[in-house]
């Protein structure tokens, strides 16, 4: 589905008056390249543009009151693009990190990864880390970026521990339920996902929290993540709260 953004004055009220707003919603920031290509510049600068994006939509997202933000920044499959591009991406967020922590901390925002992000240089481990650390304390918005993560290799990751837990008797199988399996989920802690929106117009989950959007409201936009900005998510949490949830039943 395709959304236009509110206005701005309809954006301030989050998902507008008695709408309810996402505890948790998730972001497919697609669209860099494309916003470049538009615009006859280098790939790099639409990741540059889409990091400008980032820093609006998390203010917008503590704002508006939605209590975790999980943006997908490296897929597990983006280790496939060319290695110039990955250690552009890898810069940049070093720079975010370093550049913003301060910030971070100061609004409130509490720092996730998920992800195999420790198969990453060491540097940047470190660098996240400390951020991790530092802001381990906040709570106004938890601020969840998916490194390095692909959502089959995160159920896969999760089957293995579970073999081993089982192998080694401290797990019965016979026990295995959806709390059991999300408890070992990268996601582990966070409130469930209600919303989870794909920009750039495609309309796909490209093996993106595959366990986690079993019942999460989709919402597709035509922007470009570069573009993306407050208005376009309060439009998304607008359309969330105007939709009916039944989880099955009637």
């Known amino acids: 589905m395709s959304v236009t953004p509110i206005s701005s004055a309809s954006a301030a009220g989050g998902g507008g008056p008695d709408l309810p707003v996402p505890r948790h919603v998730a972001i497919i920031m697609d669209g860099n390249g494309r916003w470049a290509k538009k615009r006859r510049l280098p790939r790099f600068a639409g990741h540059k543009q889409g990091i400008a994006a980032v820093n609006r939509t998390v203010r917008a997202a503590g704002d ?93 990751r999760v089957t293995r521990r579970l073999m081993r837990e089982a192998r080694a008797g401290e797990f019965d199988p016979d026990a295995l339920d959806d709390a059991a399996f999300e408890a070992r989920l990268d996601t582990s802690g966070l409130p469930r996902l209600d919303l989870l929106i794909r920009t750039s117009g495609e309309q796909r989950l ?24 407050r208005a376009h998510l309060a439009a998304a949490i607008a359309v969330f709260g105007q939709r009916e949830r039944r989880y099955g039943g009637l």
Do not use: C
């Open 206 to 229: 490209s093996n993106f929290l595959l366990w986690q959007a079993a019942y999460a409201e989709l919402v597709f936009v035509d922007t470009l993540w570069p573009d993306f900005d």
């Open 64 to 156: 508006l009151g939605v209590e975790v933000l999980t943006l997908y920044a490296f897929s597990s499959e983006n280790w496939r693009r060319p290695a110039a591009e990955i250690a552009d991406l890898m810069g940049l967020l070093r720079h975010y990190i370093r550049a913003e922590l301060d910030e971070l901390a100061r609004e409130g925002v509490r720092l996730r990864i998920i992800g195999d992000y420790r198969k990453l240089e060491p540097d940047l481990v470190a660098l996240l880390d400390h951020a991790i650390e530092r802001t381990a304390g906040n709570d106004r918005l938890t601020l969840a970026i998916a490194l390095n993560y692909g959502a089959q290799d995160e159920l896969l």
